[in-house]
């Protein structure tokens, strides 16, 4: 008997997620977003690498906005770019706006989303991928990553995060932390007042909470 397939989630929900898991239950589960500067810089990148195609580069097969899944983990998305060297093996290689010289906590949120594309390159394509790479726009150069064992094992909880994130169907509290300068979704959010009592915290939780 075939195993039953897993709802998809997306691998952006894990980027979401990581970064804020808030956030990721606003855009996935309640379906609101709302752009800032640095969503619409990030929108801006993507446009360069989101039309389907492909090149030969260096020796390099170079494939642009390749769709990605994974069944075992029950994970769909795309990738910006997936370079295929001469023997098959696939090296996804992740847009993101700014410099490589990130905070450490966002830099890990950018790590799980890549390693999440080399686990559906593996199940796609039966080779290993044992690394990626980030492409910093601001500062133009690389950070290579490592899939190594304890990134895979943070990539697959992640995913067993989201999913039950996911099936919850409830707002979880707001960090109300440095996060939250930058996120698009801070007018709809409201950290500090959501924190602000209990009372008012579970109220506005309240307000997002679908309809029966």
């Not at 691998?11 to 990721?24: I, M």
């Not at 490589?100 to 039966?126: P, T, V, Y």
Request: hydrophobic share 40%; charged share 25%.
């Amino acid at each position: 008997m075939a195993a039953e397939l897993l709802d998809p989630i997306t691998l952006s929900a894990l980027q979401h997620w990581c970064y804020c898991p808030r956030q990721c239950a606003l855009i996935h589960v309640e379906q609101v977003f709302a752009e800032n500067l640095f969503t619409q810089r990030g929108q801006a990148l993507h446009k360069r690498v989101d039309d389907p195609g492909f090149e030969v580069r260096d020796g390099l097969r170079v494939e642009r906005a390749l769709p990605l899944f994974c069944d075992r983990l029950g994970l769909v998305g795309k990738a910006d770019i997936v370079e295929f060297s001469p023997d098959g093996t696939p090296y996804p290689v992740e847009y993101k706006h700014g410099s490589r010289h990130k905070r450490a906590d966002i830099a890990a949120c950018d790590d799980l989303q890549l390693a999440a594309q080399a686990l559906c390159l593996e199940e796609m394509f039966a080779r290993p991928v044992p690394e990626g790479a980030l492409y910093y726009a601001t500062s133009r150069r690389r950070r290579i990553v490592a899939v190594n064992p304890e990134l895979r094992a943070k990539t697959e909880l992640a995913v067993r995060e989201v999913r039950q994130l996911l099936s919850a169907n409830a707002l979880p509290p707001p960090l109300n932390d440095e996060h939250c300068r930058a996120c698009s979704l801070r007018d709809l959010c409201q950290p500090e007042a959501a924190t602000q009592s209990p009372a008012r915290s579970a109220a506005l939780i309240a307000l997002f909470q679908p309809e029966d």
